[in-house]
């Protein structure tokens, strides 16, 4: 008797290849579909560049271009009124839109809120611009301290650019990595302190303002660009980042 290649289909006894049927699973069309469903919270380097990037421009590099073209055009007062400002409008319209705020955001309108209120409550710019100094002491000062805690300044604040987990806190790379920035942040503030209150005794206003807002804002790109470099580095030893994309021969 022939064999009837449909009715072994259908024979529950059947164990031949049932590759063809409807129901088989079907491999995903492209390598990085099983690798995407795999690791879906792994976002790629561009993404955490983007995401440091932001928060950057929104929390430190507007704030500062807009206190320096107000102050050339309107004089100190308004320039403070303005940065502050941005700083709580950014966070209302974080907060309206349903997206995070970050907390070095944050962390930049409260400082300018306390910086704002004690130069009006004592009428002195002078005092505006010396708080910065005192602040990037005090913040450094917590960033050495938290170093004694089991989590140092920047393991929380990591979390507003990569999706943190304890599993992934507790890392041994990880633990070293957020240590090591911790340091490099909090010499990174006491260094800008120390030459922030160099150029303010030694300098006019109008020139400390232009060279403060110039060198902090690179100063603060520089580091930034080191922690990502730092990060990426680990991350990738740790396969945190997704898969680097496969270049495909071409022939010619």
């Known amino acids: 008797m022939g064999l009837d290649p449909g009715n072994d289909l259908r024979n529950p006894t059947y164990r031949g290849d049932i590759s063809a049927s409807p129901h088989a699973p079907v491999a995903p069309a492209h390598p990085s579909v099983a690798t995407s469903e795999a690791h879906p919270h792994r976002p790629r380097l561009g993404t955490v560049v983007r995401r440091v990037a932001l928060s950057l421009l929104i929390a430190c590099v507007i704030p500062a271009t807009l206190f320096y073209t107000t102050f050339a055009l309107a004089g100190v007062?308004?320039?403070?009124?303005?940065a502050l400002g941005w700083s709580y409008g950014a966070i209302g319209w974080r907060a309206l839109t349903g997206r995070r705020t970050s907390?070095?955001?944050?962390l930049?309108?409260?400082l300018l809120t306390v910086r704002t209120v004690l130069a009006v409550l004592t009428d002195s710019t002078?005092?505006?611009?010396?708080?910065p100094i005192i602040s990037d002491g005090v913040v450094s000062t917590a960033f050495l301290l938290?170093?004694?805690?089991?989590?140092?300044?920047?393991?929380?604040?990591?979390g507003d650019f990569y999706p943190m987990d304890h599993e992934l806190a507790?890392?041994?790379?990880?633990?070293?990595?957020?240590?090591n920035l911790t340091v490099l942040w909090a010499l990174l503030g006491?260094?800008?302190?120390?030459?922030t209150l160099w150029l303010l005794q030694s300098t006019s206003m109008q020139t400390f303002i232009l060279v403060k807002s110039i060198s902090a804002l690179s100063i603060n790109m520089l580091a930034a660009g080191a922690t990502i470099a730092l990060a990426a580095y680990v991350g990738r030893q740790e396969g945190l980042l997704g898969p680097a994309p496969q270049l495909v021969p071409v022939r010619a």
């Open 77 to 82: 007062w308004t320039a403070i009124m303005v």
């Open 103 to 106: 907390g070095l955001l944050i």
């Open 108 to 110: 930049t309108a409260l």
């Open 126 to 131: 002078w005092l505006y611009f010396l708080q």
């Open 146 to 158: 938290s170093l004694v805690s089991a989590r140092p300044m920047v393991a929380r604040l990591a």
């Open 170 to 179: 507790v890392r041994p790379r990880i633990r070293r990595l957020f240590r």
């Open 190 to 195: 006491l260094g800008k302190a120390t030459m």
